[in-house]
């Protein structure tokens, strides 16, 4: 069974990564320093999946660690998502969020190319089309400028991987462009742990109808779109995450010296009130919201063309807005009755 280097995989992707990983027959070995997540997820995997995975509490940009972890197992490919991926805080703290993005990505791709290994699935995201000018947006619609830290360092990212594999180190890259990743497993073990108060919608509708939120405000009615309300293509993680083995088998059969970028998206925008009526649907739940003012800076409306991973990589989304909805119901009432801390 090839193993498969998983950087921040005790995160809210990387652990559901880790499972589709193990169902595809790849064998997670997991590396992450816990800054954003808890130790408590990898028995959660163990539980759902009957295996434990190798583990190992240590910084990405920590050249000692990832050698220990090559000294220990031959790895055949690293799917990167350790980051900061808070976008105000990037605001904030902008050289916290370029030294560990950008940092980690360099000490990663010099371990790579001195251990041999090739194959390299990059965490990027819609955020580097910014606002885009046409829709759906393809992998060839251009890239905007940066709103953010955080976004530049996707959009960096993306330009270090590429200017690499130009200089013909003998490495395959695809960078997947995630769009609004929502839901969590359906065991609901596991799932996104947002720490403090969610900046993003559906943790912030979850905790707002389990009472630890008063209410949640829509940023805005007023836009062009159907209802008003900002669209966005939000997508399972399950879903997302099962993308990540697609990519890595379709990484192992090309020559050397590939890249490329892919979408992760159900091709399908959805208003935020269609994700409140979806939430109120499944749970029978009246959700507290009400209209407020515009978000300065919000993008109002993007959804992916998936016709590229669709017909490339083979991969399709499966769950629907309702599924999102449900599980990530079921996740905030296991964080709302004990265990793993919010
Ligand atoms: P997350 O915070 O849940 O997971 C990231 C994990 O990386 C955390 O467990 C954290 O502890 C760990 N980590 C951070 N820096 C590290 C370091 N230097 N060394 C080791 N571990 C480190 O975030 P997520 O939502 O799972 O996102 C995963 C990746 O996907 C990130 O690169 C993020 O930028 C990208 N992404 C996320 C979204 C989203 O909306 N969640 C959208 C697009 C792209
Ligand atoms: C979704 C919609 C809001 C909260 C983030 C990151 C971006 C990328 C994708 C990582 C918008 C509305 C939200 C609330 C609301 N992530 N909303 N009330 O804007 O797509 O961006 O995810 O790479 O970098 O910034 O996601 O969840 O913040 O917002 O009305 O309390 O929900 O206006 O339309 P967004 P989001």
């Given at each position: ?19 589709e ?17 808890h ?26 660690v990832?050698?220990?972890?090559s ?105 997947l ?64 995450a ?25 091709g ?16 029978g ?58």
């Amino acid at each position: 069974m090839k193993k498969i280097l998983i950087t921040g995989g005790a995160g809210y992707i990387g652990s559901h990564t880790a499972v589709e990983l193990w169902n595809a027959g790849l064998e997670p070995i997991i590396l992450d320093d816990l800054s954003n997540s808890h130790a408590q997820v990898l028995q959660r995997l163990k539980e759902i999946t009957g295996k434990s995975f190798s583990f190992y509490k240590g910084d990405c940009n920590d050249r000692v660690v990832l050698d220990q972890i090559s000294r220990e197992h031959d790895i055949a490919g690293v799917i990167h998502f350790a980051a900061f991926k808070a976008v105000g805080e990037s605001t904030i703290k902008p050289l916290d969020y370029y030294k560990n993005n950008l940092g980690s990505l360099l000490v990663l791709l010099e371990y790579m190319r001195d251990k041999g290994i090739k194959d390299l699935v990059f965490s990027s995201s819609c955020t580097v089309y910014g606002q885009p000018d046409q829709l759906p947006v393809t992998e060839t619609t251009p890239r905007k400028e940066a709103e953010s830290p955080y976004g530049n360092t996707k959009k960096i990212g993306e330009d270090i991987l590429l200017d690499y594999v130009k200089s013909k180190p003998g490495i395959r890259i695809i960078a997947l462009r995630y769009f609004n990743p929502v839901g969590a497993h359906p065991s609901g073990k596991i799932g996104e742990l947002p720490i403090g108060i969610p900046q993003n919608l559906v943790p912030f509708i979850t905790q707002t109808a389990a009472g630890i939120r008063e209410k949640l405000v829509v940023f805005g009615d007023d836009y062009d779109t159907s209802d008003g309300s900002c669209i966005r293509d939000y997508i399972h993680v399950v879903d997302l995450a099962n993308a990540h083995g697609k990519a890595l088998a379709y990484l192992f059969s090309q020559e050397l010296n590939f890249f490329d970028v892919f979408n992760v998206g159900t091709g399908k925008g959805n208003t935020v009130l269609e994700v409140i009526r979806s939430f109120e649907s499944v749970t029978g739940l009246k959700l507290n919201y009400e209209i407020g003012p515009r978000r300065a800076g919000d993008v109002i409306k993007t959804w992916a063309d998936t016709r590229k991973i669709n017909n490339v990589l083979g991969w399709h989304a499966k769950y629907t807005l309702d599924d999102c909805m449900r599980d990530s119901w079921r996740w905030q009432q296991t964080l709302t009755s004990k265990d793993l801390p919010t």
